[in-house]
C-alpha cells in the first residue's frame, strides 16, 4: 500500500489519463462541481466548476497553459489560483490535489464542507 492510499485524508478521484489533456472531467462532491483541468504539461488542477463572472462552467472552457478561458464570456481564470487575470476580478475555489503513480488524488480536508 502506498504512503497516499494508507492515508485518510486523500481521496483518488481519477487517474490522469482519465483526463484529457488540454480538457478537464468534473466530479460531483455533494452540491459542488469540481473541475479538474490537465494541461500539455500533464499538470492538473482543480477547481470549483464555476466561473467568478457569472457561473459559466470552466470545466467547458478552454484551457491554454495554466489558463481556462470560460466558455460564456471568455473570462481568463488561472488554474493554479483560480482567480481572474487582469482585467477582470474575481477567484473561484481552489481545491489541493496530488499525483502519485498517475493517480489523482484530492485532499479530502477540502471536501468537509460540503
Ligand atoms: S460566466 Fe465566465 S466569463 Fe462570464
Given at each position: 500500500m502506498s504512503e497516499l492510499t494508507s492515508q485518510?485524508?486523500?481521496?483518488?478521484?481519477?487517474?490522469?489519463?482519465?483526463i484529457p489533456i488540454l480538457g478537464a472531467r468534473v466530479i460531483q462532491a455533494k452540491e459542488t462541481r469540481i473541475a479538474i483541468f490537465r494541461n500539455t504539461e500533464n499538470e492538473v488542477f482543480a477547481l470549483?466548476?464555476?466561473?467568478?463572472?457569472?457561473?459559466?462552467?470552466?470545466?467547458q472552457g478552454i484551457v491554454h497553459g495554466t489558463t481556462v478561458t470560460c466558455p460564456l464570456h471568455a473570462w481568463n481564470i488561472n488554474l493554479d489560483k483560480g482567480c481572474a487575470l487582469e482585467p477582470d476580478e474575481g477567484c473561484v475555489k481552489t481545491y489541493e490535489l496530488k499525483v502519485e503513480a498517475s493517480l489523482i488524488w484530492l485532499n479530502s480536508d477540502c471536501l468537509s464542507e460540503f
Open positions: 485518510k485524508k486523500w481521496i483518488q478521484v481519477a487517474a490522469i489519463e482519465d470549483e466548476d464555476r466561473c467568478p463572472h457569472k457561473g459559466g462552467p470552466l470545466s
